[in-house]
């Protein structure tokens, strides 16, 4: 996403590319994007830098809001002819035959999850899209939609600072034996220690309409990313990589998707894997955690609403 939206002035296409084909080159094959990022260009990024590996990589985008020609977001959408008309826009963005799994990428109240679901087994059997997700999805509509065709992978925030997909939503993946892929999982930049704490934001970057980005929140929040470095000074580690390692710990099924725009934190990101956390350092960083009350809400107010509880 930060590749073409949201984090400030877009970097260069060129140098966006290559820094996807060297993900490829190091191993990476999960490539997330969504027709709204942009809107339409990083898909079409995404498609220029992997089309000369597409059988090496799996790749996911994102159906569900109501978009003009020209990027508009008019809110929510997810009938069935719109998720068809998505899904085609989509395969030529990314020059390919099959989107590999396509999410709903927000729950949309004025359609039944049932013809969400419906809509997108029809998109499977005709061979144009592998599996089936959700994003930000409740309880609820994650079991009516596995009970129309079996969702893959379900989409959302997680991480050290936002930990509500523990109380409902782990247990009920589990259950049904639906994957976990976080997003944010460095809490947009936050968690990596390389945010100044009075740092600000232009109008064009996402954090500026963030409460937890706000300077009191932000000062407050700090004792997170303290306690990520001190963790890291043990495991001669970077808080980026304890809070991606931590998340890595949790379950089998997680599939952290930091995102970057440069080399050097791609690799650093990476090194996150080879990092061990001992149930002992699980607990001794949760009891931590406990005693840190993150400040400020994730989302303004708008944005918000679109979760589905």
Known sequence: MGMSASYGPRPDRAEMVAVVRAAVDRGVTFFDTAEVYGPF????LV???LEPVRDRVV???KFGFDLESDGTQRGLSSRPETIRRVADAALGRL???RIDLFYQHRVDPGVPMEEVAGAVKELIVAGKVGHFGLSEAGVANI????AVHPVTALQSEYSLWWREPEGQILPVLEELGIGFVPFSPLGRGFLTGKLDPTATFGSDDIRASIPRFAADAMAA??????LLARIGAEKDASPAQVALAWLLAQRPWIVPIPGTRRLERLEENLGAADITLTPADLQAID??????????ER????MDRMIDR
């Open 41 to 44: 260009d990083n898909e079409d």
């Open 287 to 296: 009891a931590a955690a406990e005693q840190i009350q993150v400040e400020g």
């Open 47 to 49: 498609g220029e830098a």
């Open 221 to 226: 929040n700090q004792a997170m990313v303290d």
């Open 143 to 146: 079991r009516r939609a596995h």
């Open 59 to 61: 790749i996911a985008t």
């Open 299 to 302: 989302y303004p107010e708008q």
């Open 95 to 97: 020059r390919s035959e």
